[in-house]
């Protein structure tokens, strides 16, 4: 799949990056909207990959407290390399302006595929908006 890659802020990609959060979070897994959308957005540095026909597809965040949040892929484009693409983008984007760990709290299921990218599960499993979690973090800079 073509694609591209865009980091921004709120202003610039809340459109694309609330639709697929939309679509993966509030239809999908059923998490309530009032939990989805929050006002840590417009402090973020967001991560949105659109297709040729200039539809996002996938996205993710950044907080300023170096915790990688909201990482959905649309169902149709899974198993691409997208999700991976946006780990990355926002990783580096951490490592650029000085975090030396990221961390994020992953849905269960998808321990694996972040343990893949350098990420180590640590603490207790928990659960978040219904959905089991487990926290992780990366170190990306020494």
Same mark, same amino acid.
């Given at each position: 799949?073509?694609?591209? =890659?865009?980091?921004? @802020?709120?202003?610039?990609?809340?459109?694309?990056? $609330?639709?697929?959060?939309?679509?993966? #979070?509030?239809?999908?897994? @059923?998490? *309530? /909207?009032?939990?989805?959308?929050?006002? =840590?957005?417009?402090?973020?540095? %967001?991560?949105?990959?659109?297709?040729?026909?200039?539809?996002?597809?996938?996205?993710?965040? /950044? =907080? *300023?407290?170096? %915790?990688?949040?909201?990482?959905?892929?649309?169902?149709?484009?899974?198993?691409? +390399? =997208? +999700?991976?693409?946006?780990?990355?983008?926002?990783?580096?984007?951490?490592?650029?302006?000085?975090? !030396?760990?990221? #961390?994020? $709290?992953?849905?269960? %299921?998808?321990?694996? #595929?972040? !343990?893949?990218?350098? #990420?180590?599960?640590?603490?207790?499993?928990?659960?978040?908006?219904?959905?089991? %979690?487990? &926290? &992780?973090?990366?170190?990306? !800079? !020494?």
């Amino acid at each position: 799949m073509d694609t591209t =890659l865009r980091l921004g @802020n709120w202003a610039e990609l809340e459109a694309g990056a $609330s639709a697929v959060r939309y679509d993966v #979070f509030v239809q999908e897994q @059923n998490v *309530p /909207l009032a939990l989805e959308m929050d006002e =840590l957005d417009a402090d973020c540095l %967001h991560a949105v990959i659109y297709n040729t026909a200039g539809e996002a597809v996938a996205t993710g965040r /950044l =907080l *300023p407290s170096a %915790h990688i949040g909201r990482m959905a892929v649309k169902a149709n484009c899974r198993g691409q +390399g =997208l +999700g991976a693409e946006v780990l990355l983008a926002l990783r580096e984007a951490a490592k650029a302006r000085g975090d !030396s760990t990221v #961390f994020l $709290s992953a849905q269960l %299921h998808a321990v694996p #595929f972040y !343990s893949k990218y350098g #990420f180590e599960a640590y603490g207790d499993v928990y659960e978040d908006a219904g959905i089991t %979690h487990r &926290m &992780m973090r990366c170190v990306v !800079s !020494s």
